[in-house]
C-alpha cells in the first residue's frame, strides 16, 4: 500500500526553514530594545557610506566618483534591508499557517482534529436549529481495526486511516465537514441535508471504502467501515445530543454485524431507518 499524497481543501501550506539570521536578530532586539537596533543598524548604514564617500573625496577621483559610490551603497543597503524585510514577512506567515494547521489539523489523515471540528459545528449546528434548516451527523468507525494493527503493524494501521480518510472526501460536498473523532473514527457533518440525503451519503462512503483496493508488504487487505446516521429534529437542544443518537445508531450498526449503515428511531417518522449491507 504505497503512501500517497492527498489534498484536502482544508489543509494548508508547509513552514518555511527559519532563516538563519532570525535567531541572531532576535537575540540583539530581547538585549537592545527594538528602537535601540534599528538605529545601531541606521547608525552603522550610513557610518559605512560617509566612511566610504570620505576616502573617495580624499583622493583623486573626485566629487562625482564619490557621490556615485555613496549613492550605490545606499541602494545596496536599501535593497539588503528590503530582502530582510520581506523574508520576515514570509516567515511570520509562514509561521502563522503552521499555528493554524496543527490547532486544527489531524497530522496523521489531514482531516480536521476533533476539537477544532466541535468549534466549527457548533456554529453551523446553532445557525441550522436558529433558522430551521436541515442538517445531519455521521459517525463512522474502522471494523476491525485492531486486527489491522496485530497483523500488519500500526504503520499499516495508520496508512490504512490515511486512504479511509481520503476516500471518505472524495464523496463528499465542499460544504460537509470532516473530522478524525478518535482512533478509528470518523465524523462527518452534513449541513441542509435531510435523512434520505444523510443515509444516501453514507451508503456512499460505506460504499467507496469497500472498493479499496490495499495491499501491504505484498499482502492484499480488505477495510470495512460501519456508519450511525442522526439528523437534526426539535428534540435535540444540545450538539452533544446529535452526537450521542449517531453514536447509539453507530452502535446498531456494529451489533448488526458491522459493515453497514444504520440510523437511530425516528430518523424517518413511518419509514425503516436502516440499510441492510451486510456481506
Avoid at 197 to 209: S, Y
Amino acid at each position: 500500500m504505497a503512501a500517497r499524497s492527498t489534498h484536502f481543501p482544508f489543509m494548508l501550506f508547509n513552514e518555511i526553514d527559519t532563516p538563519r539570521w532570525l535567531p541572531l536578530l532576535g537575540q540583539w532586539i530581547q538585549r537592545l530594545g527594538l528602537l535601540r537596533t534599528w538605529a545601531l543598524l541606521c547608525a552603522g548604514a550610513l557610518l559605512l557610506c560617509l566612511g566610504l564617500a570620505g576616502l573617495l573625496l580624499a583622493g583623486p577621483t573626485g566629487h562625482l566618483t564619490a557621490a556615485l559610490v555613496a549613492s550605490g551603497m545606499a541602494a545596496a543597503c536599501a535593497a539588503l534591508c528590503g530582502y530582510l524585510l520581506l523574508r520576515l514577512v514570509q516567515h511570520i506567515d509562514s509561521t502563522q499557517r503552521g499555528v493554524l494547521r496543527h490547532a486544527t489539523e489531524d497530522p496523521l489523515t489531514g482531516t480536521l482534529n476533533r476539537r477544532y471540528f466541535l468549534e466549527l459545528v457548533e456554529r453551523e449546528w446553532s445557525r441550522a436549529r436558529r433558522y430551521d434548516m436541515s442538517c445531519a451527523l455521521l459517525l463512522m468507525d474502522v471494523d476491525h481495526f485492531k486486527r489491522v494493527n496485530e497483523r500488519f503493524g500500526h504503520r499499516c494501521g495508520d496508512q490504512v486511516l490515511r486512504e479511509i480518510a481520503a476516500a471518505s472526501v472524495e464523496t463528499l460536498r465542499h460544504a460537509d465537514v470532516l473530522a478524525r473523532f478518535g482512533g478509528e473514527e470518523f465524523i462527518v457533518f452534513l449541513p441542509h441535508t435531510d435523512p434520505l440525503g444523510a443515509l444516501d451519503v453514507a451508503e456512499r462512503m460505506r460504499e467507496r471504502v469497500e472498493a479499496l483496493q490495499l495491499a501491504w508488504n505484498g499482502a492484499e487487505l480488505r477495510v470495512s467501515v460501519s456508519l450511525g446516521v442522526a439528523a437534526l429534529h426539535p428534540e435535540h437542544l444540545t450538539l452533544d445530543q446529535l452526537i450521542h443518537d449517531a453514536d447509539d445508531a453507530l452502535a446498531v450498526a456494529k451489533s448488526a454485524g458491522r459493515n453497514c449503515v444504520r440510523a437511530g428511531a425516528g430518523l424517518l417518522p413511518g419509514k425503516p431507518s436502516m440499510m441492510n449491507n451486510n456481506n
